[in-house]
């Protein structure tokens, strides 16, 4: 079991950067893939970023590659998401994610644990 808190969203204007935070309970968080998903209102959950366990192998969307940076501290059992050149299109909540999965780590489905979410707002 996997318990998971992001924290560090907010207001911010175009330009700005933010960085989130996930906290996870639990031992074997090192164990796990994780992720960073978005939804904006009245849109399905989107894939942003994903971190696997060894915190080496990272993979991002199309819409964030060279603006976001996905990371991880198995010592401090966190995941974090650095935004920079936050757009108005990224206003999302955003979730943290924990997979035991090893394939279609893009897909929602394939986690198995999910936090409460983080509301980022980006004003043009």
């Known amino acids: 079991q996997v318990h998971l808190v992001e924290s560090g969203g907010g207001l911010v204007q175009a330009g700005d950067s933010l960085r989130l935070s996930c906290a996870a309970s639990g031992r074997t968080f090192n164990s796990y893939t994780m992720g960073w998903f978005r939804q904006a209102p009245g849109k399905e959950r989107e894939f942003v970023a994903t971190?696997?366990?060894?915190?080496?192998?990272?993979s991002y969307a199309d819409s964030v590659k060279g603006r976001f940076t996905i990371s991880r501290d198995n010592a401090k059992n966190a995941v974090y998401l650095q935004m920079n050149s936050l757009k108005p299109e990224d206003t999302a909540v955003y979730y943290c994610?924990?997979?035991?999965?090893?394939?279609?780590?893009?897909?929602?489905?394939?986690?198995?644990?999910w936090g409460q979410g983080t509301q980022v707002t980006v004003s043009s």
């Open positions: 971190i696997r366990k060894n915190g080496v192998s990272r």
């Open positions: 994610a924990a997979s035991g999965g090893l394939f279609n780590l893009r897909v929602p489905d394939v986690y198995n644990y």
